[in-house]
């Protein structure tokens, strides 16, 4: 964190979580002072034009020894557009060492600036200057964990960071929004589990899928079909398109328990690259494993007929043989937990 001395902040970088979070840090600083709230202000980059924001700035404080004013997105707007915004913030990088002491003026941008701007080459040398930059992950599993620990100071499985990772598409801002619940479901106890990723962020049905093909695998009926209509009620989600989600898990499987019959490894990672899948290391490592785990239970033969199966129930639905999508799901499920459990 920057000193008592730092007059002028740049804070940038598509990680948006970790950008606010810091504005949201040094906003608290300002506020834990006698009057300190009083000398906040925010701009719109959108709209104001570099003097307004000096002038603001440099006002002098009201019963208090600081002044701050955010600014959110201006210097996004002026970079490359036009002779009269170029020469803007060149004003607004030579004012940013002639700042008041009492200044503390935060540039924020929710994008990762170019390091050759000069605005952006001061922040990062000046004494009185600080520079920030948040970039989005390159693993957001590792990132939910680091985010859980280190922030709601929370423990998380990795399959559980994965299964968040999976169901927000690795969007950490949507993964912390879910942490938010789970923290609070867990009111701050305990561990985040697979199973409370799956009870809490149902609009994303990978984590559900997993269990209940695992659930037809062991000929668990009432599991099957408990997460079966979960996933079917949220109104987000079509038959089709769970049947789709299905027939994808099996083909996997397929091709998992080929790849292990013809002599593969069973390193999740191996096994991940074999089949096609995609994504982080952390996500291709978590999913090789749960489908090493559940080709398992399957032998090589009821896998090549479950999926013919599944292509009939795709023909059916297409066809309008079945009345609705969940009556077809419903006999496929019961089809195949009957053999299972048999």
């Given amino acids: 964190m920057a000193d008592k001395l730092t007059t002028f902040y740049l804070i940038h970088g598509d990680n948006t979580v970790e950008v606010e979070a810091l504005v949201k840090q040094l906003r608290a600083r300002m506020d834990e002072d006698d009057n300190g709230g009083l000398n906040i202000s925010e701009m719109d980059g959108e709209q104001v034009d570099v003097p307004e924001v000096i002038n603001a700035v440099s006002s002098y404080p009201f019963l208090s020894d600081r002044r701050m004013v955010i600014v959110k ?9 036009g002779k009269a915004n170029k020469e803007a913030l060149e004003r607004l990088t030579d004012a940013l060492p ?35 930059l948040f970039k989005m992950p390159d693993d957001a599993t590792s990132w939910i964990m680091q985010r859980a620990r280190q922030h709601y100071n929370i423990a998380i499985t ?17 993964a912390d929004n879910e942490l938010v619940k789970l923290v609070s479901y867990l009111d701050g ?13 149902p609009y994303v049905p990978e984590a559900n899928i997993f269990a209940m093909v695992d659930a037809i695998a062991t000929g668990d009926g009432a599991t099957a079909f408990r997460l079966m209509h979960r996933l079917l009620d949220n109104p987000r989600e079509q038959g089709f398109g769970l049947l789709g989600m299905i027939v ?24 991940a690259d074999a089949i096609g899948l995609r994504g982080s290391t952390g996500s291709r490592r978590f999913q090789g494993k749960k489908y090493l785990q559940l080709s398992r239970r399957f032998s090589f033969e009821d896998l090549k007929r479950i999926y013919y199966r599944l292509h009939e129930i795709d023909m059916g639905m297409k066809s309008g043989k079945y009345l609705s999508p969940a009556l077809a799901l419903d006999m496929l499920v019961a089809g195949l937990t009957r053999q299972r459990g048999a």
């Fill in 73 to 81: 997105g201006l210097i996004s707007r002026l970079q490359g557009r």
């Fill in 98 to 132: 002639q700042l008041p002491d009492y200044a503390r003026l935060i540039l924020v941008e929710r994008t990762v600036l170019d390091e050759r701007l000069p605005i952006v080459k001061l922040a990062q040398s000046h004494e009185r200057g600080y520079y920030a």
């Fill in 158 to 174: 990795p399959e559980a960071a994965n299964a968040l990772a999976q169901v927000t598409d690795n969007d950490i801002q949507l």
């Fill in 189 to 201: 106890e305990g561990e985040i589990t697979e199973e409370h990723v799956a009870l809490l962020t």
């Fill in 248 to 271: 994808r898990q099996f083909r996997y499987l397929l091709l998992t328990c080929e790849y292990i019959e013809n002599g593969g490894t069973t390193d999740p990672l191996a096994v």
